[in-house]
């Protein structure tokens, strides 16, 4: 108990207010992932060697006497799986593996592939029945003689925080300050990046996302693309941190892509231009009609201006709002973003405290850009900022809202000094998003208007962790009909939609709905119009 307090406590309260309240579904393993490339920036394992942490401060932590190693612990303790998933998880990053039938630390190439698609509950699942407990104080023992000596303070971290995710919650973490303020506060995409995303269907490796105008977009890799090899290198058996090395390699200018395409074998070459892709793009999708497709993957410093700007040299008659795989960010700048559809000084979301302080409810900050219809699509993986934007435009009925139910992170996390050590931030679980209906995203998502065909890889906040943040508790009724956006109360086109056989189906079914209400808000217009003559 005096270990947890001393946890967390905070020594000079909330420093940065919700600044990361927008980092939507990163789990503690995610967050040693990033590494910004950024030009003028150090390696996220110097900012943790200028932290000190080390063997010492993960003992305080996870240990045989602590955890119940190598006695009849129960394995449903939360302490114990705490425990477990810290070998488990620190184990990878050293590239060994606990082993269910000794209880040791072995090498993991053999099953590097399998370990690095296992979210955390099936990580945790796949140890449940092992045989032999794990022997806490060797392993750690094992581990540290494994890291270099530029990486045992990152180890020190990783081994903490995936211990967190299970002790307390999925997104209670602890992250460098100097790293925080430098560093992952401005993270942007970086020049390196070429501009796929991918995951594995079925054992094959497949792409994902392809980031519009990006090096990728006009190589001409597609979304479905099965990869076969890049560079010559079979790849199609590769961890992901393995295909991620090769393509993050800086001196490669040129990548040679072997894809399966319709059940062909296809050839393609990229040329890396080293630009910066922003996170905001836009596409007319209907010569004539103006719809224009707007793709948001990101909430970043600035995406607000970015988009604002885009809006009024486009000037679209309907919207596609593309917020699908957006993992959040800045909520400053969803107020911001939800203004330009909704007006100024409307509700963009509650914060529903866990303590007692009082609730707060946050204003859209932007004066009204667009006025015509529009659809927003989202998926499993729209996170935090991106399903409270969607869960306000459809709260506000302002848009239809098409795809899959969101991921479901509807908590934030504030950042306390840890007392443990000063030059590191305790990023600690403070309460949930609410919509302004006031009905929580979290742990449920959100569910949209017009539902597509499941994905084969849905995974969502409640299937990833172990202990995921639970859902509120109550469910608040809609916005009261005089808080509704009167220029939009036309009703809605959801059930016209068109067969989707080809193509992204996403995008189809988005531009069926916004060209129906374009359609019958031109006819309504067109009426009242006529009944004014």
């Known amino acids: 108990m005096k270990l947890l307090k001393s946890l967390l406590a905070s020594a000079m309260g909330f420093i940065l207010g919700m600044v990361l309240a927008g980092v939507g ?57 705490a425990c477990v998933s810290a070998i488990v998880q620190g184990a990878r990053s050293v590239d060994l593996k606990l082993s269910p039938v000794t209880g040791k630390l072995e090498p993991a190439a053999a099953d590097s592939q399998l370990l690095d698609e296992m979210s955390e509950a099936q990580l945790l699942e796949h140890y449940r029945y092992h045989q032999t407990k794990p022997d806490f104080d060797e392993s750690l023992k094992v581990m540290f003689s494994q890291a270099s000596a530029a990486k045992v303070s990152m180890l020190a971290g990783q081994l903490i925080n995936s211990f967190l995710s299970i002790y307390l919650d999925a997104h209670t973490y602890i992250l460098p300050s100097n790293y925080y303020n430098q560093v992952s506060n401005k993270i942007e995409r970086s020049k390196y990046f ?12 497949v792409i994902q996302r392809v980031a519009k105008n990006s090096d990728a977009d006009i190589s001409g890799l597609k979304v479905g693309d099965q990869l076969l090899k890049i560079n010559g290198k079979d790849v199609s058996s590769f961890a992901y941190s393995a295909v991620s090395k090769i393509l993050k390699n800086e001196k490669t200018k040129t990548f040679e892509f ?9 050839s393609i070459s990229l040329n890396r231009t080293y630009r910066l892709i922003s996170h905001v793009q836009y596409n007319n ?48 700048e969803m107020a911001c973003i939800a203004g330009l559809f909704l007006g100024k000084d409307k509700k963009a979301y509650y914060a529903e405290y866990l303590d007692s302080r009082l609730n707060e409810v946050v204003l859209t900050s932007d ?16 996170a935090s900022a991106s399903e409270t934007l969607a869960g306000a435009l459809k709260d506000y009925n302002r ?29 600690k679980t403070q309460g949930r998003y609410l919509l302004p209906s006031r009905n929580s995203t979290q742990g449920v998502g959100l569910k949209p208007n017009v539902e597509l065909a499941r994905e084969a890889d849905e995974m969502r906040e409640e299937d990833l962790y172990v202990n995921p943040i639970s ?58 119009s006529k009944n004014l003559n």
């Open 25 to 81: 579904g990163l789990s503690a393993e995610t967050l040693f992932s990033l590494n910004s490339k950024a030009e003028n920036t150090k390696k996220l394992e110097n900012y943790w060697a200028e932290t000190g942490i080390g063997f010492a401060d993960v003992e305080a932590f996870v240990s045989n006497e602590k955890c119940g190693g190598q006695k009849n612990t129960i394995y449903d303790s939360t302490y114990y799986k």
């Open 194 to 205: 070429v501009g796929v995303s991918y995951e594995r269907k079925n054992g094959a490796l």
């Open 258 to 266: 072997e894809i399966l395409r319709n059940a062909q074998v296809q």
């Open 285 to 332: 999708l209907k010569d004539g009609k103006k719809v224009g497709l707007l793709t948001l993957s990101k909430f970043t410093k600035g995406a607000c201006a970015e988009l604002a700007t885009v809006l009024k040299a486009n000037e679209p008659e309907a919207l596609v709002l593309d917020l699908r795989d957006n993992p959040g960010g800045h909520l400053n």
């Open 367 to 382: 004066e009204m850009l667009f006025k015509g219809p529009m659809t927003v699509l989202v998926n499993s993986r729209s």
């Open 399 to 427: 848009a239809i809202i098409v795809g899959r139910r969101t991921f479901g992170k509807g908590s934030f996390q504030e950042p306390e000094v840890w007392l443990q050590n000063p030059e590191i931030s305790l990023f």
């Open 471 to 528: 859902r509120a508790n109550k469910i608040f009724p809609s916005l009261r009909s005089s808080e509704l956006v009167k220029e939009f109360d036309y009703a809605p086109c959801v059930k016209s939609l068109k067969p989707r056989n080809a193509g992204d189906s996403y995008i189809s079914a988005g531009v069926d709905v916004v060209e129906c209400s374009l359609n019958r808000k031109n006819t309504l217009a067109l009426s009242q």
